[in-house]
Each structure stands twice: as C-alpha cells, then as structure tokens.
T-cell receptor
Framework: DGGITQSPKYLFRKEGQNVTLSCEQN?????MYWYRQDPGQGLRLIYY???????QKGDIAEGYSVSREKKESFPLTVTSAQKNPTAFYLC?????????????FGPGTRLTVL | QQQVKQSPQSLIVQKGGISIINCAYE??????FPWYQQFPGKGPALLIA?????SEKKEGRFTISFNKSAKQFSLHIMDSQPGDSATYFC????????????FGTGTRLTVIP
C-alpha cells in the first residue's frame, strides 16, 4: 500500500521544547516537502528536499530544521525559536523532473503549543 | 507576497448548482496549475490539473478553465453535491524548476441540500 505517512496525528508541546514530526513515503519519490497550514492562509512552504542529503529553505523556514538522510524519510523539527508553532503541518512528496509535478500529501500533524 | 490569489474565501451553493472558484497569478513562468481538495483534518488531494497549452480540461463534474492572456484560471463544479463540501486550493508551479507549488489561500465550499 503506497503512500505518505505522518506521525503523530496530534502533538502537544510546552513552550521552549523542540519537537520532531515524522514523514515517511514509500512511493519512491525523489522530492519531499513540508508545509504549514494556518486558517485563511493556505499552505506555506517550510523546507523542501530534491535529493538525499540536500534540502532548501522555503518561504517560512525560520524556527524549523530538517534532515534527509534517507530517500523515504524527511523529518521536521520545530524548535523553540519558532514563535508561533501551533498549526497543521503537512508533508508531501513528488517525483522530480518535468511533467512529474503532482505532489501527494500525507494526512498531516496538528501541533499545539500549551 | 501571494503568488496565487484565490477567491472567494467561502462559497455556499445549493445542491445541483454550479460552484465557481477563481484564481489569478502574475508569474508568466508558471506552467502547471493544479487544484487540490481538502476535507477537515486531512491532507489535500489532487483533484484536477491543467497546463497552459489547453484552455479547458474536464474530468467528470470538475472543469478547469484557463485564460493565459488574463493569467487566470478557475474551477467549475457542476451539479454540486453535499459530498463536495470541502476546502479547495488552487496552485501553480514551474515544471522545470524544483516543483515548488505556490498555493492560493483556499475556498471553503459548502453545498447545502
């Protein structure tokens, strides 16, 4: 059963803590992405990776970090430097290259800072 | 700066009616325009997509109309059903680039019986 999995579904964090959101895909996709979704603002790109051991900042990378040690995995760490981390986080993946633009999304992780 | 502007923010349509959502963009390098459908608590799923070499694409009750000169594209949902109630996002990207999608702000569609 191919797809993208994200865990956990819900995550609660105290202020000042770092938390890591998991994203795994078995679609053999080259590219992976992290988005943040807030009400009324659509999806905003945090980080993306086109290949293992390489990643690029998106529009709102401050306060976040990522790694891409394996093709299948792209974890996102929300650090204590992120001022307003409460949001719905979405991971996506796609084949890299022309005419392969479709991004497939995971079910999301809802992060709440207490 | 919003690369893709979407309207309306919310839309209420009677069952059987036509739902129309509009998007506009400025970057003429965009050459891939997908629409995503998102149900509450779920990730977005690709609904339909178009490239600028055609002016219209239809899949079942869903149609994308594309106006390259006006830099606008729209989603039409014919015979709207309560099950279509969801948030719809338009997006745009450059196929030869990093496949980064630029999303609109979303339209919450409610279809009332």
């Amino acid at each position: 059963d191919g797809g993208i999995t994200q865990s956990p579904k819900y995550l609660f964090r105290k202020e000042g803590q770092n938390v890591t959101l998991s994203c795994e895909q078995n679609l053999n996709h080259d590219a992976m992405y992290w988005y943040r979704q807030d009400p009324g603002q659509g999806l905003r790109l945090i980080y993306y990776s086109q290949i293992v051991n390489d990643f690029q900042k998106g529009d709102i990378a401050e306060g976040y970090s990522v790694s891409r040690e394996k093709k299948e995995s792209f974890p996102l760490t929300v650090t204590s430097a992120q001022k307003n981390p409460t949001a719905f986080y979405l991971c996506a993946s796609s084949m890299f290259g022309p005419s392969t633009d479709t991004q497939y999304f995971g079910p999301g992780t809802r992060l709440t800072v207490l | 700066q919003q690369q893709v502007k979407q309207s309306p923010q919310s839309l209420i349509v009677q069952k059987g009616g036509i739902s129309i959502i509009n998007c506009a963009y400025e970057n003429t390098a965009f050459d891939y325009f997908p629409w995503y459908q998102q149900f509450p608590g779920k990730g977005p799923a690709l609904l339909i997509a178009i490239r600028p070499d055609v002016s219209e694409k239809k899949e079942g009750r869903f149609t994308i109309s594309f106006n390259k000169s006006a830099k606008q594209f729209s989603l039409h949902i014919m015979d709207s059903q309560p099950g279509d109630s969801a948030t719809y996002f338009c997006a745009a990207s450059i196929a030869s680039g990093a496949n980064n999608l630029f999303f609109g702000t979303g339209t919450r569609l409610t279809v009332i019986p």
